[in-house]
Structure formats: C-alpha cells, structure tokens
C-alpha cells in the first residue's frame, strides 16, 4: 500500500488488502443513512438541496448495520495499538454506530460534539433546529493505553486553555465549498478543514499515516498533506477522486503546526543538564536566575552542578533549597539571560532536542 494516494473502489474490499496493525489514525465520515423520503422545500418553495446521493441509501435498518459492521471490522484490524479511530455522524446513524464499535472492542475515548454555527434551519417548524453532529474517538480496546493525544498542542492551539469537548466550527461555505462545473456543490456533506484539522492535531504526530475510507473531496488527506502527515484514501465515486487530487495536487504550503511537538514526546529524549554544558550550550561560570526573585542567583559548574552560597547539587536540589520544599523540577525554575531576555532552561533543551532529534 503506499501512501499519499487515493485507491478506488468499494471500502470493505479496499480494507481487506491492507495489512494489520499499520494505520497509525482512522477517520471516517460514512453515509449517514439519511432515510428521507420526500424532498424539503423552503418557505419560497425552493427546493433545499439536501442528502439525497445514492451512496446515502439502504433498504434497512438491517442493512446499514451489517455494512457498518464489515468496515468497522477491519478498520480494527488494520489499526495499531498506538492508533486511533474517528466516526462522525448525525443523529440518524451515530446511537447505531457507538453500539456496534463497542460490540467489536472499540473502546470510546470521547464524544466530541461539533456545534454548527451556521446551522441550516428546520424550515417546517417541527423540530428543533439540528446545529450538531457527533464524533466518537475511539482507540482499539480498553487494554490500549498508549495511543496518541497531544494535549499540550491542543491546549496551545486553544489558546493555552485546555480544549473541551465541545467544537464550535461553522459549516463548510464560501471558498472552501467544493463546486462543480454547475456551479453547485461538488459533494453533499463535505467537511470543514478546521474540523479535520483538530482531529489530526489532536490525535496524530508528524508523518503518521492516516487512513479515511470515505474520501469524498479530500478533506482528511489536504488537511493531512497540510499538518505534514501521510493519507491514504478509499473512495468508490471517480469523480470525487478527480476532484480530491486536484484539490490536494495544488497544496504546496504546510500550516505552522505542522511543525508543532508535543512536550511529553520530547521529554521522553533524555537530555541531561551536563550534556548541555558539554555541548556549550549553557557553558560553566554562567548565572542562572529564578523567575520570581531574579537576584537569586547559582553558579553553573563544570560537572553540571549548582552552586547556591555554600550549597553545591543538581539543578532540582538547588531549586527545591531556594523554595524549602521537598522537590523542585529545575527545568522549569531556572532562567538564562540571553540577549538581555530572560530564557527558561527547559526551553533550551527543547530546542536542542529539535536540532538533533527527528521529531
């Protein structure tokens, strides 16, 4: 199988040729199984241009569970123990798909609600209005503990507040609806980028490789292209594959976080104080300060050691003494002057590992 590609076809059969465990992240927007019967018009009568494809019916209930059963099936088998799965739906198909994922041995991690906020109306009056869909996140079984969640990125792209669960994203509108040459929209449920982005981020790190078995327009794989990730994408309607690889053929920029690390992946490098000392990166005689009281200073030796008055030790046992507490992680209490601006030593290391480091 290789990547960055689209292969066409029918899913089940697509999935069946890939081997086990090597998706490290799944999405997947399958037909929702709409089940309308009669065209909806609007109060002016113009006809709403609604789910009505083909690929969108089934004769059954029945029927729309075994085929999601099938997918479903190998999409675990094919997916590692570190990966992941996402499954968007509405109301009229998730409660079906969160049983049967369960039934198979996914285990769900989260419920993610995207709150539409540009919602198209319910022009009969006789409901609410639907402004939300559902996304399940899913990792393989109970027992798998180590897949990927980058909550320190998520929280950075929140704007260093933890990201909930609830997702406020607009509908896909404007330039980044897909048209046709009628001039109407190329696919009838495609997604916004900015929700895709967020489930990459999210759940996957650079070069991984992500698998969406209903392509459609190509969403997940410009967005992938974008974060700097690999795809592979199964669609069974040759005109969408025409439409996704132009669409991803004509990317030639990558988004800024796509070079975005997570913290806890860098600090699973070990990366000792002296080994910055060795590499001259922090050199014996400098003074380094606290960030609460910069005229508390110690005194760099040359073993990687402080100095603090007549008290010598480590980074932590220097820092935990200042603060009469048991413990301290000096990574983050002690600062340099660089340029007269005031750096923690943590993020020296961090920039150190990146240089040396494929992250």
Request: charged share 30%; hydrophobic share 35%; proline share 3%.
């Amino acid at each position: 199988m290789q990547d960055n590609t689209i292969i066409l076809g029918d899913c089940i059969e697509v999935l069946k040729k890939i081997p086990n465990d090597s998706i490290d992240l799944i999405f997947a927007d399958p037909p929702y199984n709409m089940q309308l019967k009669n065209a909806l018009y609007r109060p002016n009568n113009t006809k709403v241009d609604g789910v009505d494809d083909h690929w969108d019916k089934f004769c059954s209930f029945t029927e729309y569970d075994d085929f999601c059963i099938a997918w479903l099936a190998e999409c675990r088998r094919i997916l590692k123990e570190t990966g992941s799965i996402w499954i968007i739906g509405s109301y009229h198909n998730i409660f079906r798909v969160g049983n049967i994922i369960l039934n198979l041995g996914f285990w769900i991690l989260n419920d993610v609600t995207w709150y539409k906020t540009n919602p198209m109306p319910n022009f009969l009056g006789t409901r609410f209005t639907n402004a939300t869909e559902t996304l399940l996140w899913c990792s393989k079984s109970k027992n798998c503990k180590k897949y990927t969640f980058n909550h320190k990125i998520m929280k950075k792209y929140n704007g260093d507040k933890q990201m909930t669960s609830v997702w406020q994203i607009g509908l896909c509108i404007g330039e980044e609806r897909i048209k046709g040459a009628d001039g109407k929209k190329a696919h009838s449920t495609q997604k916004p980028e900015e929700l895709l982005k967020r489930v990459l981020l999210s759940s996957t790190n650079k070069n991984d490789l992500v698998l969406d078995p209903f392509f459609g327009t190509g969403t997940t794989g410009a967005v992938a292209k974008k974060l700097g990730r690999r795809f592979i994408g199964i669609e069974r309607e040759p005109e969408y594959i025409e439409i996704a690889k132009k669409r991803i053929d004509s990317i030639t920029e990558l988004w800024e976080e796509s070079e975005w690390v997570e913290e806890e992946k860098i600090k699973q490098i070990k990366v000792s104080f002296e080994n910055l000392i060795k590499e001259k990166i922090i050199k014996a005689g400098d003074v380094l300060y606290t960030r609460r009281r910069y005229n508390t200073t110690a005194f760099v030796l040359e073993n990687g050691t402080l100095q603090y008055k007549d008290t010598i030790g480590s980074i932590h046992k220097i820092g935990a003494v200042i603060q009469q507490t048991p413990s301290c992680n000096g990574w983050k209490f002690w600062y340099i002057f660089r340029n007269d601006k005031a750096l923690l030593i943590d993020d020296l290391r961090n920039e150190y590992i990146r240089q040396h480091y494929e992250l």
